[in-house]
């Protein structure tokens, strides 16, 4: 029932480009993002509805798949603000109330 | 505007001991209420949610319980804590979107 992220890790220098991954077995009512920087709570980046939708604000967006079991994270000429641990969030359709969290990527970005 | 008061920032209690965390949410009626665990280095593990006024959801069957007293009141709760409790607990809120976190709780049982 956990959605599964991939990759587990990302290492880039400032200005890079990253994509991170979030997959469901089962059709999903929507997906959340989140990054946690170490020590914090998680903050919200972004939540996605409808099938085939896309959104971001700043260098930083996301998509979900026509099929609604898959998403992605863009993060565009990224900053050292960008580190930090990423995780997707998902309800199922029969449940909207209960977000379940991926497994986390953890993006580090170095000068 | 809404917000998440999540306390004590840091414990330590020994095993055997009782625990019991709060959170209180201001700004918002009704809220969807969660306390989720996160072991060192590891993902959010959902550990109960709540709609309303005494309803609660256990998501993993544990040592741990949990009760909403008041609308915008969520109380974390152990008669006897084990190692395996220790981790950073966090609270949030939603109401049918995104959710927002309390500090959290950094609890180590030793």
């Known amino acids: 029932q956990q959605p599964v992220q991939s990759p587990q890790a990302v290492i880039l220098r400032e200005g890079e480009d990253a994509v991170i991954n979030c997959s469901s077995s089962?059709?999903?009512?929507?997906v959340h993002w989140y990054r946690q920087k170490h020590g914090e709570a998680p903050v919200f980046l972004m939540i996605?509805?409808?099938?085939?939708e896309q959104k971001g604000h700043d260098k930083i967006s996301a998509s979900f798949n026509e099929k609604k079991q898959q998403s992605s994270l863009y993060l565009t000429a990224s900053q050292l603000s960008y580190s930090g641990t990423y995780f997707c969030?998902?309800?199922?359709?029969?449940?909207?109330?209960?977000?379940?969290f991926g497994t986390g990527t953890r993006l580090q970005v170095f000068p | 505007s809404q917000t998440i008061h999540q306390w004590p920032a840091t414990l330590v209690q020994p095993v055997g001991s009782p625990l019991s965390l709060e959170c209180t949410v201001e700004?918002?009626?009704?809220?969807?209420l969660y306390w989720y665990r996160q072991a060192a280095g590891r993902g959010l593990q959902l550990l109960f949610y709540?709609?309303?006024?005494?309803?609660i959801s256990s998501e993993v069957p544990q040592n741990l319980s949990a009760s909403r007293p008041q609308d915008r009141q969520f109380i974390l709760s152990s008669k006897k804590l084990l190692l395996s409790d220790s981790g950073f607990y966090l609270c949030?809120?939603?109401?049918?979107?995104?959710?927002?976190f309390g500090n959290g709780t950094r609890l180590t049982v030793t």
């Open positions: 949030a809120w939603s109401l049918s979107g995104a959710l927002h």
């Open positions: 089962k059709a999903l009512y929507s």
């Open positions: 996605l509805l409808k099938g085939g």
């Open positions: 969030g998902t309800d199922p359709p029969y449940n909207t109330d209960k977000l379940i």
């Open positions: 700004g918002t009626s009704n809220p969807n």
């Open positions: 709540s709609v309303g006024i005494g309803q």
